[in-house]
């Protein structure tokens, strides 16, 4: 089945930010009320992955009841392919901090935090900079708002929200349970808004253009456009932004080498497609158009035809027993007997049947374990089991 | 007072002495002296009024937050999927020559500690490796015997 939608170029993020003293005053002196409806009509969902709705993540902040509230803007970007907001930070910062005000009045905010990746620490100096001149110019509009840099070291799981709130206050960075969400009880116990880097700048865009233009963008449940960090065998590897919505054939045959024998959407916690499914993917959030609909933090990793996908998977593999916080005994166990049953296989020591067992094993992972990274283990060892099984045992 | 408790002193001065200020002044000590040892762990325990093995749960977990003794400059090498695909061996094949120290190793002289890591985010332009927090991208191996050379002079 074809898909419609072709794969659209767009230019928002990148695009000038010298007006941000303008945009913030501008829309400091608008109803909160209004706002947020200006927010929640666009249908911007979360850009860091997950794909929540922003306008609803900053109702629910306005409308918690406390004495300090805080916004804070996630980067701490280590999903494996995903490189972009780092670009976001260095070319267009005033975007994401006017948006961090605007949702600190909407809010009742006074105080926000970038939590900035230990691996990104050299991007310090400029930042801090800019938030310099950005709360100069609040204090003189008399907005009371001050933003502080927080810094990570080095540790993929302070990306979940409630990890990185841990994080800040000093202890391991181990996700809480949920209930309660950070919008009740996020960072010290207070209401917390916390956002990916790329969703504020859109956001920026937002409260700028009106919601009608990024929601003209796109296609159904999947509004607005996404920045791509395209890498692996691709002849251009870099940051584009894109509509969402588009084919994963389009966009093989923009991006590809001519010989992509499989693409990882979303990196290592994302899904592998095989080449026969190009053609019935389309790339945006949950709602299904045509074919299967794959959300995505942006990352599209690219292999062509003489890359081994039992060499990708134990890569991943890896990845995860190392950046598996340990807590949660599905998560630690489990990454580890994966990678351990997998190399198994490969040698012969094992026969090709266990990789069912391996499968069900993922699922119990799925059900069980606390956060996002032990649930989504599944995803590539899935998809990459279930597409390139040959692969995994000869 | 010797040095390293001066600049405990110091960063709990400017952070504060509250839990939250913990990693900033973790930071601060592995800025200055590239790792954390047991005593400077006890120090900072102290100086906050923590459980020193609450000090340690936290430095632990946190693979920038070294607590073995480190060279003076650590290089840490992307192991992850893109710069595994574009060569990250003979990357490191080259800087194990080159140092004649293995990955997890400290040369003698204790200049320089060879490290892996998980994705540094620049997979646009892999293999990529840090230096400290000085990033290189679009790695080859005469690109990094120029880099360490330079490293090696200083």
Not at chain 1, 109 to 118: C, H, N, P, Q, S
Not at chain 1, 175 to 186: A, H, L, Q, V, Y
Request: charged share 25%.
């Amino acid at each position: 089945m074809a898909v419609q939608y072709n794969l659209k170029r767009a230019d928002f993020i990148f695009r000038n930010e010298n007006d941000w003293e303008k945009i913030l005053s501008r829309t400091l002196q608008r109803d909160k009320q209004e706002l947020i409806n200006e927010l929640i009509s666009s249908e911007l969902k979360g850009r860091g992955g997950a794909g929540f709705p922003t306008g609803l993540k900053w109702k629910l902040t306005s409308e918690a009841k406390a004495d300090q509230k805080y916004v804070i803007c996630n980067a701490d970007e280590g999903e494996p392919g995903t490189f972009k907001d780092r670009e976001i930070l260095t070319k267009v910062p005033f975007k994401v901090l006017t948006a961090m005000g605007i949702c600190a009045h909407i809010t009742g905010a006074t105080k926000g935090y970038i939590y900035l990746r230990g691996e990104y620490k050299f991007l310090r100096p400029d930042l801090e900079k800019a938030i310099k001149e950005f709360e100069y110019y609040c204090n003189e509009i008399d907005f009371d708002f001050s933003i502080e840099i927080f810094l990570g070291s080095g540790a993929y799981i302070c990306g979940e929200e409630t990890a990185l709130m841990e994080s800040m206050e000093g202890y391991r960075g181990e996700p809480r349970n949920k209930p309660p969400f950070p919008t009740n009880e996020g960072f010290m116990g207070k209401p917390t808004v916390i956002n990916n880097v790329e969703t504020l700048a859109h956001a920026f865009t937002i409260f700028k253009h009106g919601a009608k233009k990024f929601y003209d963008l796109g296609v159904q449940f999947s509004r607005g456009t996404k920045l791509f960090s395209v890498s692996g065998d691709t002849p251009k590897p870099g940051i584009y932004e894109l509509e969402l919505g588009m084919s994963l054939q389009d966009f093989v045959d923009e991006f590809g080498d001519g010989d992509t024998k499989a693409v990882q959407v979303g990196g290592a916690s994302g899904f592998l497609v095989p080449r026969k499914r190009f053609g019935e993917t389309s790339i945006g959030y949950k709602g299904k158009l045509t074919g299967i609909s794959l959300p995505t933090g942006g990352s599209m990793m690219l292999f062509n035809s003489t890359r081994s996908m039992f060499n990708v998977l134990d890569n991943y593999l890896e990845f995860f027993r190392e950046e598996s916080c340990g807590q949660c005994t599905p998560c630690r166990v489990g990454c580890q007997q994966l990678l351990i049953g997998i190399k198994a296989v490969k040698q012969g020591q094992k026969p090709a049947s266990y990789l069912d067992k391996l499968l069900k094993l993922t699922e119990t992972m799925q059900l069980t374990a606390k956060c996002g990274l032990g649930q989504s283990v599944a995803n590539s060892f899935s998809s990459i089991v279930e597409n390139f099984r040959e692969e995994m045992i000869y | 007072m010797d040095q390293t408790t001066g600049l405990i002193t110091q960063l709990a001065e400017q952070h504060g002495r509250t839990r939250d200020k913990l990693l900033p002044i973790l930071q601060g000590v592995v800025e200055q002296e590239n790792y954390l040892s047991d005593e400077t762990m006890i120090k900072i325990a102290r100086e906050l009024d923590l459980p020193a093995a609450e000090v340690f749960g936290t430095a632990s977990f946190y693979s920038f937050l070294e607590y073995k003794k480190m060279g003076k400059y650590v290089i840490r090498v992307c192991k992850t999927i893109t710069c595994a695909m574009k060569g990250k061996n003979q990357i490191l094949l080259t800087i194990e020559d080159m140092l004649k120290i293995g990955v997890g190793e400290t040369t003698n002289d204790k200049k320089f500690t060879l490290l892996q890591t998980n994705c540094l985010g620049w997979c646009h332009k892999a293999p990529a490796m840090l230096i400290n927090d000085e990033v290189y991208t679009e790695l080859t191996p005469e690109r990094v015997r120029e880099i360490l050379s330079e490293y090696i002079k200083k």
